[in-house]
């Protein structure tokens, strides 16, 4: 496994009534393997990706039973040998690129700094290399580019830019959180087909955070589908859409049509992902299930094999999307 | 960026007139006959008193009197001091450098060490280390110059006898002034010791001078930090593998430095009226212990040119931390 995560809690706030923003996350990513992770807003996609990459500051907490890189242990791991793959064989990329590059530094500046910082490449051949990576990512006029200030840029080409950076070191591990989230309907698809050639042609892995399940479907070899904190579903994709066995992937997989571009509420299901203080004891998804029963209020469902897929629910869809007896 | 200029320098001009029109109707509004201050004479003969207002068109319609006296700016004449009879511009020359030095060693201590508290307490934001430089901070943002100036005094020049009472120089050394700040002539005279000397003397009216504008900046560049620190792309520069430090100083402080330029720069201000005071107290001889004699002794001339050249300077320095904004932000390099 490229990425191993165990048993993945995030905690917020201190005392004696933290927040348990992840927890029981399990995630494996094998070597060029393309993981969409899909969820309403506030799911905890975001914070389990952070975690990995070890951006969670203080007083965030997060422990796991596992957190491996290529058979690396990544929580225990000095932060100076973590910042070597931070970056560079593992890199992230941001919903809003906009803002997420620094306005007082130009493309080129913050380009060179990675090849810099990890490859100790500088001068005339660092140069090179950055002019390289814009047109690896399709900039037209890459040349120009690299002296533009993030500014004057739109909000696509400063996503091929963030993307630039991230694979300028030709990392093992993509993470794209929702990388297209914040553009135009256009702009979103030239983005998502640049990072699809992209993983094939380096064979790299890359997990896709995202709300629209269509790209998931069109691209991911796998699905994790996260509610309130945890994977309550994972399963291949040609299985999660013909064959939802959880009734939170169901409801998703139900609202496509009217939510393909950035669904924050669901139309199938009343109700949003509880927050802080109104969590549910037992199932989580209790307060909006349409099958729920007196069960799922006892106890917190793990995860149970159905199939090639995981779900936790009590009584996993069948075939026909039906609840088990 | 030249259009960004131009409307600068186009602000700067009718600001500057104003100063002038101040700087005239401050003469006529002293208290008295402007032509028995000017001569600084009392029962003067009727006729000579007719003379000298004619001779200082003193009888001429008011506005006539302000062209005049803007045509004699332009020529560089600032009147003549009525006790020592020379040109004012003349004296402001010899005795800016004192000023010009202990504002820039304030300044110096005021931006290393403000930029320092305020990063550190941002960085340590609520614990132990944050709550005293604040404290610190708002102390010294509170502290009187005058009694901030003399507890020193007492303390570090009497009875820990470590630096001079007043002055620039030690009175044995005999330097030749070259630049007129005496850091760096005593180094270019070579003579031994006279360094050091120049340096003690300098060290308490600095820090007396600069605490103040070192509390703002501290505040100043904590909350710029704190605000710059949640911003996007201080995720990204972490997602890079960028160690901390470079995190802080590249990448956040280069933002936050934004805000804290404007401060310096409106800091200058400050930093003048408080020279006058702080030159008074170690008799530092720069403008603003020339100002307050001057004053004194009702010597006019030299009150009405010292404002006029104190206010230009402030302007001059604001223009320049504009412009240095503009190299800061390219937002603003660029903007139409
Ligand atoms: N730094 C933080 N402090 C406290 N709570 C946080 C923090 N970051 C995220 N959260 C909370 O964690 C939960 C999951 O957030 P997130 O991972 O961003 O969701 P999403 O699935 O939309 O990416 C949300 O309830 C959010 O409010
Ligand atoms: S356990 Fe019950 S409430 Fe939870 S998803 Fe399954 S059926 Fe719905
Ligand atoms: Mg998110």
Redesign the interface.
């Known amino acids: 496994m490229l990425l191993d995560i165990k048993n993945l809690a995030v905690t917020f706030g201190s005392g004696h009534d933290p927040f348990r923003a992840v927890s029981g996350v399990d995630l494996q990513v094998a070597p060029g393997e393309i993981v969409g992770i899909v969820g309403e807003s506030g799911s905890g996609k975001s914070v389990t990706m952070l975690a990995a990459?070890g951006?969670i500051d203080a007083p965030g907490r997060v422990t796991a039973d596992q957190l491996t890189f290529a058979g690396r242990d990544l929580l225990s791991m000095k932060s100076r040998e973590?910042?070597?793959?931070?970056?560079?064989e593992i890199?992230?990329i941001?919903q809003?690129a906009q803002?997420?590059?620094?306005?007082?530094?130009?493309v080129g500046d913050q380009l060179l700094?990675?090849l810099a910082?990890?490859q100790n490449l500088k001068g005339a051949a660092a140069r090179a290399r950055a002019l390289e990576l814009l047109e690896q990512v399709e900039i037209p006029g890459a040349r120009s580019r690299l002296s533009a200030?993030p500014?004057?840029l739109s909000g696509g080409m400063s996503q091929r830019v963030?993307i630039a950076?991230a694979i300028a070191c030709n990392p093992k591990l993509l993470i794209a959180d929702e990388p297209t989230t914040a553009l135009d309907v256009t702009v979103q698809a030239q983005i998502m087909e640049l990072l699809v050639s992209l993983q094939r042609s380096r064979d790299m892995a890359l997990i896709l955070i995202t709300h629209d399940l269509a790209v998931v479907a069109e691209v991911a070899h796998r699905v994790a589908v996260m509610y309130a904190g945890e994977i309550v579903e994972t399963a291949p994709v040609p299985q999660v859409f013909a064959t939802p066995r959880h009734p939170y992937t169901q409801a998703l997989l139900a609202s496509i049509p009217e939510h393909s571009k950035g669904a924050s509420r669901l139309n199938t299901l009343p109700g949003v992902v509880p927050g802080r203080y109104d969590r549910p004891s037992g199932c989580l998804l209790v307060p909006r299930c349409p099958y729920a029963e007196d069960a799922c209020s006892r106890a917190h469902p793990e995860l149970v094999l159905v199939g090639d897929a995981q779900a936790r629910c009590i009584k996993p869809l069948d075939d026909e999307g039906k609840p088990r007896a | 960026m030249i259009q960004f200029l131009l409307k600068r320098i186009g602000v700067v001009i009718p600001t500057f007139l104003g100063i002038t029109v101040l700087a005239f109707a401050l003469i006529h509004m002293i208290p008295g006959d402007p032509v028995l201050v000017m001569l600084g004479e009392r029962n003067i003969d009727p006729v000579y008193y007719r003379e000298a207002m004619h001779r200082m068109g003193l009888d001429l319609p008011l506005w006539q009197q302000y062209v005049n006296y803007l045509g004699r700016l332009l020529h560089g004449d600032l009147g003549t001091s009525l006790i020592s009879q020379t040109p004012v511009l003349e004296e402001f020359r010899a005795l800016f450098p004192a000023t010009l030095e202990l504002s820039l060693a304030a300044m110096v201590f005021a931006v290393v060490f403000g930029l320092a508290a305020g990063i550190m307490a941002a960085v340590k934001r609520g614990t132990v280390v944050d709550h005293t430089v604040m404290g610190a901070a708002l102390t010294g943002y509170s502290m009187p110059i005058f009694w901030w100036g003399l507890i020193l005094i007492m303390l570090v020049s009497v009875h820990l006898g470590w630096t001079p009472v007043s002055g620039r120089l030690d009175i044995e050394y005999d330097i030749a002034p070259v630049t007129g700040l005496m850091l760096i002539d005593t180094l270019i005279s070579g003579e031994p010791g006279a360094f050091a000397s120049a340096l003690e003397h300098l060290i308490l009216p600095a820090i007396v001078l600069g605490t103040i504008p070192l509390a703002v900046i501290a505040r100043m560049t904590r909350s710029a930090m704190l605000e710059v620190l949640r911003e996007d792309y201080i995720r990204t520069a972490r997602a890079k593998g960028l160690s901390r430090s470079r995190v802080i100083l590249k990448h956040a402080l280069r933002n936050a430095l934004m805000p804290v330029v404007t401060v310096i720069g409106l800091q200058v201000g400050t930093m003048l009226a408080g020279a006058v005071l702080t030159e008074t107290i170690f008799s530092w001889p720069g403008i603003g212990k020339w100002l307050i004699d001057a004053i004194g002794r009702r010597d006019y001339p030299v009150v009405q040119g010292g404002i006029l050249l104190v206010a230009s300077m402030i302007i001059l320095v604001n223009l320049l931390v504009d412009l240095l904004y503009g190299v800061i932000n390219p937002r603003i390099r660029h903007a139409r």
Do not use: C, V, W
């Not at chain 1, 803002?99 to 130009?106: E, M, V």
């Open positions: 990459m951006l973590k910042r070597a793959i931070i970056g560079a890199s992230m941001f809003d803002s997420s590059l620094n306005p007082a530094y130009t700094e990675t910082e990890h200030y500014h004057q963030m950076m």
